[in-house]
């Protein structure tokens, strides 16, 4: 039977107590990582439809996974884009806690799967962004084991062993689980939004805004792509096949000429977001030309 324990951890003791406390320690941690998590979330998705004047109707599209009437509930003209976009991620994101959908951008989830295996505790957790794991390497040590490649080198044969039959005592659904994100009629941080130019959720919106420069490059990258396939695409292409091969010349003189050439283009274009957009900015009226 293969055995793919990558991220699995250890505590070096197996006093429950002690344990239970390093929990509620990572549980506070991770609920603030998880509030920043949705910031910058709500943040990309905002910068991404205000630069493009994306329509009520195209993020009806891009929220394909919620039912069509969910989305035009939340999608109201009456209040700015920030509102509609808070109330449509936190559907999402609810929506991926209480189900076995599997949503990466959206899934704030940290799981932490535990057993005591010969005086220690072996840990298995579950989580989708990585700055869950450097707070669990805070308090627990890596202790992974698999046996579909070779084990690593600093590791030597008979730890290896022994982490093996350490994990077979417990991996067959013997642990014991506790969900430290799992509070959830409102998985969004607890913000306010008003006119206030002092208010601390817009502030913290408006700093994990990327530059206009930063914004301007992504964006013409991916025109780029888009355009690259769109002229190159063959009948015999399967998947992204035309996709990687526009990848596979963006090192070259002729891409980085045209990526500068529709930087500059989409740069002229672009606006900073303040924090009066911020808060009022609606949904373009009509739909914009291609």
């Not at 808070?86 to 599997?102: A, F, P, Q, T």
């Not at 308090?139 to 992974?144: A, E, I, L, P």
């Not at 208010?199 to 780029?224: H, T």
Request: glycine share 2%.
């Amino acid at each position: 039977m293969s055995t793919k324990i990558y991220d699995g951890m250890i505590f070096e003791s197996d006093n429950l107590t002690k344990f239970y406390n390093i929990i509620e320690k990572i549980d506070t941690e991770a609920k603030i990582i998880k509030d920043d998590l949705i910031i910058k979330l709500i943040a990309k998705k905002y910068q991404y439809y205000f630069d493009n004047k994306i329509t009520k109707e195209e993020i009806i599209r891009d929220f394909h996974k919620i039912p069509i009437k969910e989305v035009n509930y939340f999608l109201d003209n009456k209040y700015p884009l920030l509102y509609n976009l808070r109330d449509l991620i936190n559907y999402r994101c609810k929506n991926v806690l209480h189900s076995m959908e599997r949503d990466v951008d959206y899934d704030l989830d940290l799981v932490i799967n535990f057993a005591p295996v010969n005086k220690n505790i072996l840990i298995y957790p579950y989580y989708e962004y990585s700055e869950y794991g450097e707070v669990l390497l805070k308090y627990f040590s890596k202790y992974g084991y698999w046996n579909n490649s070779d084990k690593p080198d600093n590791i030597s044969s008979k730890d290896w062993n022994t982490r093996r039959k350490r994990w077979d005592k417990v991996i067959d659904g013997k642990m014991l689980c506790y969900n430290l994100i799992n509070n959830t009629d409102n998985v969004l941080p607890k913000f306010f939004i008003s006119k206030d130019d002092k208010n601390e959720f817009v502030d913290k919106l408006l700093n994990s805004f990327s530059s206009l420069e930063e914004r301007a490059a992504k964006y013409a990258k991916n025109k780029y792509i888009n355009d690259y396939v769109k002229l190159h695409a063959k009948p015999t292409d399967n998947g992204f096949n035309s996709v990687y091969r526009a990848i596979d010349t963006l090192e070259t003189d002729v891409a980085k000429n045209e990526i500068l050439k529709i930087t500059e283009e989409i740069l002229s274009t672009l606006q900073e977001i303040t924090h009066d957009i911020l808060l009022n900015y609606h949904f373009p009226v009509e739909t914009p030309s291609k």
